[in-house]
């Protein structure tokens, strides 16, 4: 998948003397879910509004669907879907009615789209109730319902699980899996919840003060990100050789400092000590170790700091 | 283009804050005919000498108010919400040009200040001349042309003090400040006007030739007919340039 929905080269911002974005090179491949993670502040809602055009750069070019400037840019984004920081919806109007004005914007004939897409966000039962009664995770919903209306290739999704319940969540991990994968819909994403993006996303992006550190896929996090177990033992050579011959296994590495990392049989810990403890050697420490999103995130911008 | 008027029309129309303002508009005019009617003659009251013409006229005087401050308030809902529930952002990200956006809004926030505008006047005349017969106009004037020629300045000036309360709001973003400094500068204007006018003798004449004189004599039956079309040319000129000013605002403005 080379084909680019979204491309970013050296897109910079700043207000005044503070840079919000720095030279951002950023790559969204068509059929992804890019997972953008970063803190406040850090610039993903900057470069979001860049991308859909509520503000401007101060330098470097923004490519979507191919097209880079002016009118041509701006006609692709009639292919994005966005729900961008709170949801944004008319208080006085019911969902219908917000879809409604939103469906005669985008001039999209017929009004069977609104119950199909009150239908598909869980909304169809709110009747005459208008959104400024809606609970907060109703109007993510809704947000999201807007945003699909016009049946877009792109969503651009900032924070859209904020005030979903836990069920809330799930159904809208579901939904939004659904629409990528049923519907080939791209979607760029950005959520603090990154044990939930991290179920998610087949794309990462993480940007921190403004500079995207790195872009990897979900192999790449899985690989960088792998489960062992940790041992150390009294003769880490003799370790390895029992490894080898009991279990059958090569898939470990010996550090410098004389730790085994072992990635195979992580399910069959016992097996493993009893194989060493056979052996006769000594177990100094053992125990499964790896990394999350969060703590390769953390690790990534300098520990200490959360998204 | 029709996509985006539609949209805000669909919008105004249902906008609580047009159907309140209307309403209580509407109820005023009602209540303002009624205590007109009902008002003893024998004890000071005016209803032998009053005619639907009459109360149209003196109705002409307080709408002048009615199109200030009601467009202030139409502004601080119909425009500025869009910025305080942040659909000003799914907006500007639909597609669209900002410029066909923008003036979609202001054609449909003018034509919503317009109709509020003719409200007042409207129902004194009408209902005015139901219970006290239309009445007849001293010198030789034609009824129907003065009603004709209020109710199209009313429009016209409407329409320009709509575009400059247009352009404040789309300046301003916030509700609460676009209502603040709409009411301010329309209800000082007159005065800064005078003030200044002492010391730049040119502001006089801006004055004179200004929405803010044109509005204080627009039901004058003795109005000619160049008076006509001059307040009518000076209207609309005013509003064309602050839909333009508007848009240009709205052209370079970011969206937080």
């Known amino acids: 998948m080379n084909e680019y929905v979204l491309r970013t080269q050296q897109l910079t911002k700043r207000y005044k003397t503070q840079s919000a974005l ?173 044990s939930e993006l991290h179920l998610l996303a087949t794309h990462y992006g993480i940007i921190h003060k403004g500079k995207l550190l790195e872009e990897l896929t979900s192999r790449e996090l899985q690989e960088r990100c792998r489960q062992f177990i940790h041992i150390k033992v009294n003769v880490p050579e003799r370790a390895a050789a029992v490894l080898e011959r009991e279990l059958a296994t090569t898939e470990f590495e010996v550090t410098a400092d004389g730790v085994i990392r072992l990635y195979a049989h992580l399910d069959r810990p016992a097996d493993v000590s009893s194989a060493l403890v056979a052996g006769g050697l ?26 | 283009m029709l996509n985006l008027l539609r949209s805000e029309w669909y919008k105004l129309c249902r906008n609580r804050s047009f159907w309140l303002l209307l309403s209580l508009l509407f109820a005023s005019a009602v209540i303002y005919v009624l205590l007109n009617y009902y008002d003893d003659p024998n004890d000071g009251g005016a209803l032998t000498g009053m005619s639907g013409l009459d109360l149209f006229a003196s109705s002409m005087g307080a709408n002048n108010y009615i199109i200030k401050i009601g467009l202030s308030v139409l502004a601080g809902f119909f425009l500025s919400s869009e910025y305080s529930t942040g659909t000003i952002k799914r907006a500007v990200a639909s597609g669209y040009s900002r410029s066909k956006f923008i003036t979609a809004k202001l054609l449909v926030f003018i034509v919503g200040a317009m109709l509020t505008a003719l409200v007042f006047p409207l129902v004194n005349i009408l209902l005015g001349s139901v219970l006290f017969g239309r009445g007849d106009l001293s010198g030789g004037i034609s009824e129907t042309g003065f009603i004709v020629r209020s109710f199209v300045l009313t429009l016209s000036l409407a329409a320009a003090f709509a575009a400059v309360t247009g352009a404040i709001a789309t300046f301003l973003t916030d509700s609460g400040k676009t209502i603040g400094t709409v ?64 848009i240009a605002v709205f052209r370079r403005k970011e969206i937080k």
């Not at chain 1, 809606?134 to 999704?157: C, D, H, N, T």
């Not at chain 1, 100094?284 to 700091?305: H, K, N, T, V, W």
């Open chain 1, 22 to 194: 720095d030279r951002v090179d950023m790559t969204v491949r068509k059929g992804t879910i890019y997972g953008f993670i970063g803190q406040n502040g850090a610039g993903k809602s900057t470069l979001m509004k860049l991308v859909t055009g509520l503000a401007f750069p101060t330098s470097g070019s923004i490519e979507l669907f191919g097209a880079t400037g002016g009118a041509e840019l701006n006609l692709a984004r009639k292919r994005m879907g966005v729900a961008i920081e709170n949801p944004a919806l008319y208080p006085q109007l019911t969902a219908a009615e917000n879809l409604e004005a939103h469906r005669l914007q985008q001039g999209i004939p017929g009004k069977e789209s609104l119950k199909r897409t009150l239908d598909l966000i869980g909304l169809s039962g709110t009747g005459r109730k208008k959104t400024k009664n809606f609970s907060l995770g109703m109007k993510q919903r809704l947000a999201l319902g807007v945003a699909l209306l016009g049946e877009p290739e792109f969503l651009i999704l900032d924070e859209p699980t904020n005030g979903l319940d836990p069920m809330g969540v799930v159904e809208m991990r579901e939904l939004l899996t659904r629409l990528n994968r049923e519907m080939g819909i791209t979607i760029l994403i950005s959520s603090h919840i990154l």
């Open chain 1, 282 to 307: 000594a177990l100094e420490q053992f125990m499964p170790m790896g990394e999350d999103l969060e703590s390769y995130f953390a690790s990534r911008i300098g520990g200490g700091e959360h998204a």
């Open chain 2, 183 to 246: 009411f301010v500068l329309y209800f000082f204007a007159d005065g800064l006007y005078a003030m200044t006018g002492k010391f730049l003798p040119f502001v006089n004449t801006l004055y004179d030739y200004s929405i803010f004189n044109l509005i204080t004599h627009y039901a004058d039956p003795d109005m000619s007919g160049s008076d006509f079309a001059q307040s009518v040319s000076i209207s609309l000129l005013v509003a064309i340039a602050f839909v333009g000013i508007g």
